[in-house]
């Protein structure tokens, strides 16, 4: 089962994007600040994949994933905004963000989204065995 670090300081977003992903077959471990959620990647959780909201209280989404990048340089990153700026998109993809989107998402674009992110990421690991796919 693959585990998704869900990061959004509004609660009832958290609620549903990790009731979708439940039903989608992903484990989800929400965090409601970013500082909470870098507390998770610090103590070692394996993560697959990162989705987080870009304008949270204690830590905007771009300093979030500069220090994500510094302790997990290649987990697939999708940012979810309410507040879709052309600034905030450039930079966010050159810290190698997977997906930049705006809010609300439907369920079956996350799931479809969430899926690709993980597929990339797969294939662009040295460590999976590409053969078992073939």
């Not at 909470?36 to 103590?43: D, G, I, K, T």
């Not at 870009?54 to 300093?63: K, T």
């Not at 966010?92 to 809010?103: A, D, F, M, W």
């Amino acid at each position: 089962m693959r585990t998704i670090l869900l990061v959004d300081d509004e609660i009832e977003i958290v609620k549903s994007l990790g009731e979708i992903l439940n039903r989608f077959g992903y484990a989800v471990i929400a965090r409601t600040d970013a500082q909470a959620a870098l507390a998770v990647v610090r103590e070692g959780a394996k993560i697959d994949l990162v989705i987080t909201d870009y304008r949270m209280p204690d830590m905007d989404g771009l300093e979030f994933l500069n220090v994500l990048r510094q302790m997990n340089a290649t987990v697939p990153v999708i940012v979810l905004t309410a507040y879709g700026a052309v600034e905030s998109y450039l930079k966010s993809l050159s810290l190698g963000v997977y997906e930049y989107i705006n809010k609300p998402i439907k369920a079956k674009e996350l799931g479809r989204l969430v899926q690709a992110a993980i597929d990339a990421s797969e294939r662009n690991d040295p460590t999976v065995d590409q053969s078992a796919d073939s």
